[in-house]
Nanobody, 122 residues
């Protein structure tokens, strides 16, 4: 599956941003999707995941209550709505797929997008 992220940018602390990930190459509604992020000098960190139907989501504690993951299977797209952004949210955000639901470690994901930069200024 091919994944293309968009929507990154430079915002101020407290602002909101919505990232999108468009998928192609397979029946989109049949597989779960996830997001990771990588801050400068750090490893890739799990952010959130959504199952194939969109009825089940899972979030890292660091973003719970601020980020919301949704999907539109008709458009083959997932959306990461990020509210109340903090400077520590600054990172390259990656969309990912091809993983078994419930196993959110980076090594379990088989497909990755190219990433989109999110920068939050204080």
């Amino acid at each position: 599956v091919q994944l293309v992220e968009s929507g990154g940018g430079l915002v101020q602390a407290g602002d909101s941003l919505r990232l999108s990930c468009a998928a192609s190459g397979r029946t989109f509604r049949s597989f779960p999707m996830g997001w990771f992020r990588q801050a400068p000098g750090k490893g890739r960190e799990f952010v959130a995941a959504i199952n194939w139907s969109g009825l089940s989501t899972y979030y890292a504690d660091s973003v719970k209550g601020r980020f919301t993951l949704s999907r539109d299977n008709a458009k083959n797209t997932v959306y990461l709505q990020m509210n109340s952004l903090k400077p520590e949210d600054t990172a390259v955000y990656y969309c990912a797929a091809d993983f078994p639901w419930g196993y959110f470690e980076e090594a379990n994901f088989g497909s990755w997008g190219q990433g989109t930069q999110v920068t939050v200024s204080s």
